[in-house]
């Protein structure tokens, strides 16, 4: 055996051929970003055609209604000679049908184009569909999925909340009624607006609110005053009143300290010192004798303390009950006696 030279003998050993390996499939992700990618593209495409073909139509109805109007037009001369059609009658009816034929084909061609690219865009969307069997991939499905989950509590909310026979409908309406007693919001109602915000303040549950034996009446007396003096309180008052200047300082400490939190924000963009100014605004006016019952009923709705006396009446009950037929009574029975010792029944129910 011959033994080669040195140089000639190759550096390192030969690699030995291997058996060609699948190409690994793409991760699952990427194969959805691809065919959310392939439906917009066509989608696009198709919609591009869509109004290629609305011009060309377009085009062909503008000429023939152009030839129209000029058929009419020829037809009201009468017996007039057309010196130009004599000399080549034949020259301008090819005309007009040849230019009508290249518009009426384009319009076909473009109709053609469009069923393609819809074709091509309705199989993307069967392929993206075909995938996803159930999973979320575009941002349309993620969003009707949020929608799905939280359309329950929605629900629920509406009912409890919104619906004119809900446990908790007079609370959406007592808190839409109190903004009549905020001047900030109530100068922006009209007198009809505040009127109907008055009316729902019995919702509170206050006696002095009820029908036929409160203050209600007067309070809408009052209105017309009441709005006027809303109507002449004016920037001067809000920024002077006791502690605005001092807020207003720090307020401004706060902008050259932290400008991305605070630039722009003023003393109405913080709930607790609008409040404050609010509370202000009625301990300067609430002895104005023109809007006497509207201060009675911002003591009532913003000065008496919330109780949970009631709430604790009804554990209490609860307790006594479950303390008589035991600590597992059956969740309807336990309902039905609470009712009955709970509620008050007119005569004959």
Same mark, same amino acid.
């Given at each position: ?100 034929? @290249?518009?009426? +084909?384009?319009?076909? !061609?473009? *109709? &053609? /184009? ?130 605005? @200047?001092?807020? +207003?300082?720090?307020? !401004?400490? *706060? &902008? /050259? ?93």
């Amino acid at each position: 055996m011959i033994a080669l030279p040195p140089l000639l003998l190759p550096p390192h050993p030969l690699p030995l051929p291997q058996a060609a390996s699948s190409r690994s499939p793409l991760p699952s992700h990427l194969i959805g970003r691809r065919l959310v990618k392939d439906v917009d593209d066509t989608r696009a495409e198709w919609e591009v055609a869509k109004s290629s073909e609305a011009a060309a139509n377009v085009a062909l109805q503008e000429f023939e209604a152009q030839h129209n109007t000029s058929t009419a037009n020829r037809r009201s001369r009468g017996n007039a000679i057309n010196y130009a059609a004599m000399a080549n009658p034949q020259s301008r009816p090819s005309a007009q049908s040849l230019q009508h034929k @290249t518009l009426a +084909d384009a319009v076909e !061609a473009e *109709k &053609v /184009v469009t069923a393609e690219k819809l074709s091509l865009h309705l199989s993307a969307r069967s392929k993206l569909e075909q995938f996803k069997g159930g999973k979320l991939i575009t941002e349309e499905d993620f969003v009707a999925h949020g929608h799905k989950v939280v359309e329950p509590i929605f629900k629920d909310y509406n009912r409890l909340f919104l619906d004119s026979h809900g446990d908790f409908k007079n609370i959406t309406t007592a808190y839409h009624a109190a903004r009549v007693l905020n001047p900030l919001i109530a100068v922006k109602m009209t007198e009809a607006e505040i009127k109907e915000g008055v009316k729902d303040l019995k919702s509170f549950g206050f006696d002095e609110f009820h029908d036929g034996n409160g203050i209600i009446d007067n309070i809408i007396d009052e209105i017309p005053y009441y709005k006027g003096m809303l109507d002449r309180t004016g920037e001067d008052f809000w920024n002077g009143v006791e502690g605005a @200047t001092k807020y +207003d300082i720090d307020l !401004a400490r *706060k &902008v /050259v300290d932290n400008p991305d939190k605070y630039a722009g924000s003023t003393w109405k963009d913080d709930p607790i010192e609008k409040a404050r100014r609010v509370w202000e605004w009625w301990r300067a006016n609430h002895s104005n004798p023109g809007i006497f019952y509207f201060a009675e009923a911002a003591r009532l709705v913003a000065l008496v303390q919330i109780s949970s006396a009631a709430v604790e009446r009804i554990f209490s009950q609860v307790k006594l009950i479950c303390e008589t037929t035991g600590d597992s009574p059956l969740e309807e029975n336990l309902e039905v006696r609470l009712f009955e010792r709970c509620n008050v029944y007119p005569a004959g129910i």
